[in-house]
């Protein structure tokens, strides 16, 4: 069996878990509305004053919710030893990790459609004319959190404090990426709205690098 | 519930097991010491030993869910294969040999919020199997839970859920099968089913390895005993040998 | 020995305060610069000993190179600690500001964050395979971090306004600044190695108590971790 098609019936797997309970979804949205509401008595939020701070302001809810949503990922598995029976199956460690990615992302993005909206409606912004490229930073800005987030969570996943832990790991690991999409997001809040091509190509290089160091590294952090 | 339909061999190639000095050291404290034990393609061995003398630690490894400190585990059969990693010299890979056996855990292996249904279609499509839905039908009835199909594993009693964790092992027709203390939590009815199981699949040349510290029927199924003791082998009835004496002795210490 | 690097590093001292010229528009303040990059440079040297440390364990699974890894990374530390302490004393007085957020500034207190990490992660594993495998796992991943930490920076900075910089330490060094430079390298690698080499064995120590102590408590006994874990 293919890794693709392994990992396609992981991720079905994950959803199907997620959307019984809806938990780890509806605690993502509303901690980053929290964040995103407390950050407007930090300043005016004028339209020319949420350019300015909004982009660094929207990341900064994502990671935090990020941090904290991508914890279960692999903890959850430790309830019955559920990890060992994947392990057990024919399928690679890579395409157990992957389909955990792609649960990730789908989670994220979600909780992302919801937050995007209401956060320029709350600062003044309008996203019409530029939805699809942000649409793009968002995408290439998320995977770079899944990615590394859902292996940080695997190593959490044995720590002790492991909750506390998986912040402390991940958030250091984010700082390039997080100056990447936020100057990438900034620009195309601009007044002349433009993507740039250099945030963009490091956002990818940023997924590719880590995406590849994962690859290379699954079965040591899936191993016993 | 029935003994039959819970398996469909994917192949029936036998698959043997040896331990070659096998060492299993966690941080210092030492598991297993130098354990060799072949067992041939088609014996049914049962594992016996207090708490603690390494028989999960042994059949984990026999899983190949943990690789030994030192020492090998080498799967005998049709062709040769080794269980350290990668495609093998004999042309069965790590993968092939892990679609040939069945485990049935300390945990029962098994999502608590997915039903029973979709537990086993999920491992179903992992293992590659083909005729998913009838495999899963067929399999619920057997292990007597078709009426609760469509329950969660967590509303499930204790021994319901022990049969579906052996459902689940047998479901993609393992020619090695691997049980750590597979009674537990089952009660009367669910013990004969068990027993009948087993009896089926030893009759069918399916390798057999259980382990167990206290008495129960389906031991007596066993056409060798090996008992383990602080990491060591102590008595092995050896292949071929009569394993009731050891078997008599489980007994009279229960 | 001893006395060979306390000569070395009273000799380097000396160099650095009384036989380097005085920087032309700096002074005395510049001469911290002698140990502030050679605290650096060996940081960055001690990071990466861990990173190939990291590799060298999954490879091989040697418990040295989990060894050599931790003491590494408490030596890397130790010198960054010094580089970030250093830095600001020098930048108060010549730039007139203790920090900013300048793409090497930023990328060594990333660093040092990065590091310090790992050393709670590994703090926080319990089991000796697992605390080794996993901690070299993120360590590896930390260290490809590094350089996307210092790009992502420099390019960030090209699109604001600079901040107040005088002109680099590097442009033009007198021959004398670099012998002197040199020997203040060699000194901090003087103390560093030797202090890296107890640590080592101080971990090695630290194993083999800690197997010992296992053995003690549990002869007699037959403890499985295995078998006492899954007892739902």
């Known amino acids: ?224 | 519930m029935s003994a039959r339909g819970t398996s469909t061999p994917s192949g029936h190639q036998p698959l043997g097991i040896s331990f070659e000095r096998v060492e299993k050291r966690f941080g210092s404290l030492v598991a297993l010491r130098k354990v060799s034990l072949n067992i041939r393609s088609g014996e049914f061995v049962a594992l016996l030993g207090p708490n603690g003398a390494g028989k999960s630690t042994l059949l984990r490894i026999a899983a190949l869910l943990m690789n030994p400190s030192s020492g090998q585990v080498q799967f005998t059969g049709a062709a040769e294969c080794r269980g350290d990693s990668g495609p093998q010299d004999g042309g069965r890979t790590r993968e092939d040999v892990k679609r040939s056996i069945g485990m049935v855990g300390h945990s029962i292996l098994l999502y608590d919020e997915l039903s029973a249904a979709e537990n086993l279609t999920l491992f179903a499509e992992l293992y590659g199997l083909d005729d998913v839905s009838r495999r899963v039908v067929g399999a619920l009835e057997a292990c007597g839970l078709a009426s609760r199909s469509r329950g969660l594993v967590r509303t499930f009693s204790r021994g319901m859920r022990q049969r579906l964790a052996i459902a689940r092992a047998l479901l993609h027709g393992p020619r090695l099968l691997l049980l750590d203390e597979p009674a537990a939590g089952l009660d009367r009815q669910g013990h004969l089913w068990m027993g009948a199981t087993l009896a089926r699949l030893r009759d069918e040349g399916c390798t057999v390895l259980m382990s167990t510290h206290a008495r129960n029927e389906s031991v007596d199924l066993a056409t060798r005993a090996v008992s383990l003791l602080a990491g060591r082998i102590e008595e092995d009835s050896g292949p071929g040998g009569d394993p009731r004496p050891l078997l008599a002795a489980l007994r009279a210490e229960a | 020995m001893t006395a060979v690097v306390a000569a070395l590093i009273f000799f380097a001292g000396y160099a650095a305060l009384f036989i380097a010229p005085e920087e032309r528009t700096m002074h005395a303040v510049q001469r911290i610069f002698y140990f502030h990059l050679s605290a650096w440079i060996t940081s960055f040297t001690a990071f990466a000993v861990v990173f190939l440390s990291n590799v060298a364990f999954l490879t091989t699974r040697r418990f040295e190179w989990d060894w050599l890894g931790v003491a590494a990374a408490e030596m890397g530390i130790t010198c960054c600690t010094i580089g970030l302490i250093t830095g600001p004393l020098w930048a108060r007085p010549v730039w007139g500001i203790w920090w900013t957020w300048d793409a090497r500034l930023t990328t060594t207190f990333l660093l040092w964050l990065l590091y310090i990490s790992y050393l709670l992660l590994r703090g926080l594993l319990e089991d000796p395979q697992r605390r080794a495998s996993l901690s070299a796992i993120f360590g590896i991943f930390a260290f490809l971090d590094v350089p996307l930490v210092y790009v992502s920076n420099r390019l960030w900075r090209t699109q604001h306004p600079q901040p107040v910089i005088l002109g680099g330490e590097g442009s033009g060094l007198d021959p004398t600044m670099a012998k002197v430079l040199l020997l203040c390298v060699l000194a901090v690698f003087g103390i560093m190695i030797p202090i890296l080499v107890d640590r080592y064995r101080l971990e090695r120590l630290r194993h083999e108590v800690e197997e010992l102590r296992f053995e003690v408590e549990n002869r007699g006994t037959d403890f499985d971790p295995i078998s006492t874990k899954g007892g739902l």
């Open chain 1, 1 to 224: 069996m293919t890794t693709a098609r392994a990992a396609a019936i992981l991720l079905a797997k994950e959803l199907r878990l997620e959307f019984r309970t809806r938990e780890l979804l509806n605690a993502t949205v509303v901690f980053s509305l929290i964040v995103i509401v407390l950050f407007s008595y930090t300043f005016e939020p004028t339209a020319a004053e949420s350019r300015r701070y909004g982009p660094g302001l929207l990341w900064i809810a994502f990671l935090f919710a990020g941090s904290l949503m991508l914890h279960p990922s692999f903890a959850r598995e430790q309830l019955n030893d559920t990890l060992d029976a994947l392990r057990m199956t024919p399928v690679s460690s890579f395409a157990i990790l992957l389909g955990k990615m792609l649960a990730n992302f789908v989670f994220l993005s979600l909780s992302e459609l919801v937050l995007v909206p209401v956060f320029a409606v709350l600062y003044n912004l309008s996203l019409s004319g530029v939805a699809g490229r942000l649409i793009i930073v968002l995408i290439l800005g998320t995977s770079g959190l899944v990615i590394t987030g859902t292996v940080f969570s695997a190593i959490a996943a044995h720590a002790r404090m492991r909750e506390l832990l998986l912040p402390l790991l991940l958030l250091p690991i984010l700082a390039p990426l997080l100056i990447a999409a936020v100057e990438a997001t900034a620009l195309l809040l601009a007044e002349k709205p433009a993507l740039d091509p250099t945030w963009v190509t490091f956002l990818g290089g940023f997924d590719i690098v880590f995406l590849t160091a994962s690859w290379l590294l699954c079965d040591f952090l899936v191993e016993e």
